[in-house]
């Protein structure tokens, strides 16, 4: 299980989260991975694969948001020649190259829904019909997949097919926010320098009281791969330097004013909703923008991404 040790945390939900995979990575079952943007699902998916009977076997991903909805078939299954305009030898398909292996399929919720039907059929059967043949071909392949957006939902609006939900999320796995782990971050922060500095030949940097405050102070809208991306940023710019708050990006040091200035703002004593707060909060952010999402998303100090994903988990249009 060496393979995991790439994923490093030690909050209780994060160390929860892999013994399951772990276990999982044991056997042969269908995985569904969820979590945020940068959260680190083809990590956990690659972890899985590597500690899995079929390590040493293809491991093949597609990134289903990435896939022309005219192509997307002939991707997945392969074609024969003369199949459509432009296919002039036969093509093997990502399924086909996958035998033996694993296919990870991220954002698979962006898949287009005639496909959706020919992929819930493969993990019935274990059987893919190229596009112009006649004949089905059997192959070997385990499916992992990965989503940052709410399947549940997006099956209530007719974007995603139930009997394919429940086909994939036979062991679901849902790794945590960073802002849910705040106990791992110096950890991800000093392991992010130190590889950095490794990568560059530069000499590592330490980090100070005040930049550990101002790291685990941040919301981390983009998760792991925004640490990861600042922590490189730093050890690159100041190599060998202890780190304080003065040196960290302005997104976060006013993230730290912005926490500063609401102390003042008290709990009522029957409690409130915290999911109904943020939907207010991206109401009306949303009307003083005049529904510019970018703009909203500034107001509300969080990127565009994070709130378009909130946006499509309260249902909010």
């Known amino acids: 299980m060496e393979k995991f040790s790439n994923l490093i ?17 044991a056997t042969d079952v269908t995985v569904l991975i969820s ?46 020649k ?18 033996g292996g ?15 039907a020919k992929l819930l059929r493969f993990l019935e059967t274990g059987e893919c019909q190229p596009v112009g ?13 990965a989503t940052n957006a709410d399947l549940e939902r997006k099956i209530d609006r007719g974007e995603f097919r139930k009997d394919l939900y429940y086909r994939l999320n036979v062991v679901p796995l849902e790794i945590p926010p960073l802002r849910e782990r705040l106990e791992d971050i ?4 000093r ?59 302005t997104e976060i040091t006013a993230a730290r004013g912005t926490l500063a200035a609401v102390d003042g703002i008290h709990l009522p004593a029957d409690g409130l909703s915290l999911e109904q707060v943020e939907i207010e909060l991206i109401r009306q952010a949303l009307a003083r923008t005049r529904g510019n999402r970018s703009r909203s998303a500034r107001l509300l100090g969080i990127s ?5 994903y909130r946006m499509q988990k309260y249902g909010i249009s």
Not at 12 to 25: Q, T
Not at 133 to 145: G, K, L, Q, Y
Not at 186 to 189: K, R, T, V
Request: charged share 20%; net charge negative; proline share 7%.
């Open 133 to 145: 043949s006649t004949e089905t071909e059997r192959v070997d392949v385990r499916i992992i997949a």
């Open 35 to 80: 979590g945020e943007t940068g959260t680190g699902k083809e990590e956990l998916a690659n972890a899985i694969q590597q500690s899995s009977p079929r390590a040493g076997r293809p491991f093949i991903t597609i990134n289903c948001a990435a896939l022309p909805e005219s192509l997307a078939e002939s991707e997945l299954f392969g074609h024969r």
């Open 191 to 249: 392991h992010f320098l130190e590889k950095a500095a490794a990568t560059h030949d530069l000499p590592p940097d330490k980090l100070g009281k005040s930049a550990l405050r101002a790291l685990t102070d941040y919301g981390w809208p983009g998760n792991v791969r925004e640490l990861r991306n600042v922590c490189e940023r730093l050890a690159i710019l100041l190599p060998g330097q202890t780190i304080e708050a003065t040196n960290l990006p």
């Open 82 to 99: 003369g199949a459509f305009t432009g296919a002039t030898t036969n093509q093997q398909g990502k399924l086909q190259a996958a035998d």
């Open 186 to 189: 110096p950890l991800l922060a």
């Open 304 to 308: 565009r991404d994070t709130l378009l």
């Open 9 to 25: 945390g030690q909050a209780p939900n994060f160390e929860s989260l892999l013994r399951a995979a772990k276990m999982v990575a």
């Open 102 to 116: 694993t296919l990870f399929l991220d954002e698979v919720d962006s898949m287009p829904m005639p496909l959706q």
